[in-house]
């Protein structure tokens, strides 16, 4: 059965936050907010936040640059995932995947239709890494961050989460590289 291993050791990850919005500020990102309170409650290290507005180049150029940190080992973006002609992120960030995570949008949705039922069609939440760092893009609602971060991220993002999580793969997720060394 799923759950936590008291006798590992709790690692915190750095993670930066990323709202994609044409209308917010960090005054009324309730969403971002949303993010950063339980990042901080679980033990990590909230390392960046930011809001871009809904522009591909935007949105692709600031997460590039946090995959570049070595202080970051987790992207997660809120909005700009549904279907109107502003909703880029998917579409921004799919180009830099090295390798797609297509679990993390059917266990979302799948979170997601106990809470709202239908509706969960109209996200388009996507997950990948790229140079080393998990990247998750999530819709712009504070419940869909909630339903995100509860369901799935508090979980993987915990080293002793049994019987797999991220943190323990993170060492590896560039030993397909020549230079072999990591972030």
């Not at 591909?56 to 590039?64: D, H, N, Y």
């Not at 939440?125 to 995100?148: E, H, Q, R, Y």
């Not at 509860?150 to 993987?156: A, M």
Request: charged share 25%; glycine share 10%.
């Amino acid at each position: 059965m799923p759950g936590l291993d008291e006798t590992r050791p709790f690692i915190p990850v750095g993670i930066a936050v990323l709202t994609v919005s044409d209308t917010r500020t960090l005054a009324d990102d309730r969403s971002g907010d949303t993010l950063a309170a339980r990042i901080k409650e679980a033990g990590h290290r909230l390392v960046d936040r930011g809001i871009v507005p809904d522009d591909p180049q935007a949105i692709a150029s600031r997460v590039k640059a946090w995959t570049e940190r070595d202080d970051i080992d987790v992207v997660i973006t809120t909005g700009g995932t549904g279907f109107t002609g502003r909703d880029v992120t998917p579409e921004a960030l799919e180009p830099l995947f090295e390798k797609r995570m297509d679990g993390f949008p059917q266990v979302f949705h799948r979170i997601s239709y106990d809470k709202i039922g239908t509706s969960t069609i109209q996200s388009r939440a996507t997950a990948g890494v790229a140079n080393a760092t998990f990247i998750f893009a999530l819709p712009g609602s504070p419940g869909a961050c909630k339903d995100a971060w509860d369901g799935i991220l508090k979980s993987q993002l915990d080293y002793r989460h049994m019987p797999c999580n991220f943190v323990e793969i993170m060492p590896r997720l560039d030993e397909h590289l020549k230079r072999g060394t990591g972030k």
